[in-house]
T-cell receptor, first 112, second 114 residues
Framework: DQQVKQNSPSLSVQEGRISILNCDYT??????FLWYKKYPAEGPTFLIS?????DKNEDGRFTVFLNKSAKHLSLHIVPSQPGDSAVYFC???????????FGPGTRLSVLP | DSGVTQTPKHLITATGQRVTLRCSPR?????VYWYQQSLDQGLQFLIQ???????AKGNILERFSAQQFPDLHSELNLSSLELGDSALYFC?????????????FGPGTRLTVL
């Protein structure tokens, strides 16, 4: 049973518009969440994180929103750029420092 | 370039065989993590070592084992290989052992079991 779900396998967005990537989780004990970006033939790259004491974290063009009651988080990319085209993984953990669970990923294509 | 190196880049072997994947963390990083990315399963955490000691265990099969050496490089040993073990194996490193530390991933080793 998948504890972290990314229900959209792929997403296409026009350059300059907003990209919204969604992630749902089932384990209410998760208290720390991360987003990674992965280009083909490369390892994942850390993007942004959020702990359960916050509902929003911003870093440049990237903002992550956390809705604990809905067990849902989303990654907003504004404005989207062609270089953002990659697979985005959501990951969740409970107990800082323990192992964590990745979602299956969403492939984002930003069209020029 | 994350500073994490993994060798080999590609590995092709047969069922029943044993292979060793190697990872060198970024300079100064004490923690090493191993992940498996299968086609249909996304990234799965396997195991974490911190300064030579096993720190956390994920979905690692009994046929798999890992260790971290005094120079902090790590090896993942996969034995009695099955077709389903074909995957990308990533290593990541971080300064400390906490999840709040950013993990830096290597480029991965692609294992193909025929």
């Amino acid at each position: 049973d998948q504890q972290v779900k990314q229900n959209s396998p792929s997403l296409s967005v026009q350059e300059g518009r907003i990209s919204i990537l969604n992630c749902d989780y089932t384990n209410s004990m998760f208290d720390y969440f991360l987003w990674y970006k992965k280009y083909p033939a490369e390892g994942p790259t850390f993007l942004i994180s959020i702990s359960s004491i916050k509902d929003k974290n911003e870093d440049g063009r990237f903002t992550v929103f956390l809705n604990k009651s809905a067990k849902h988080l989303s990654l907003h990319i504004v404005p989207s750029q062609p270089g953002d085209s990659a697979v985005y993984f959501c990951a969740a953990s409970h107990n800082y420092g323990q192992n964590f669970v990745f979602g299956p990923g969403t492939r984002l294509s930003v069209l020029p | 370039d994350s500073g994490v190196t993994q060798t080999p880049k590609h590995l092709i072997t047969a069922t029943g065989q044993r292979v060793t994947l190697r990872c060198s963390p970024r300079s100064g990083d004490l923690s090493v993590y191993w992940y498996q990315q299968s086609l249909d399963q996304g990234l799965q955490f396997l195991i974490q070592y911190y300064n030579g000691e096993e720190r956390a265990k994920g979905n690692i099969l009994e046929r798999f084992s890992a260790q971290q050496f005094p120079d902090l490089h790590s090896e993942l040993n996969l034995s009695s290989l099955e077709l389903g073990d074909s995957a990308l194996y990533f290593c990541a490193s971080s300064v400390e052992a906490l999840l709040t530390d950013t993990q830096y991933f290597g480029p991965g080793t692609r294992l193909t079991v025929l």
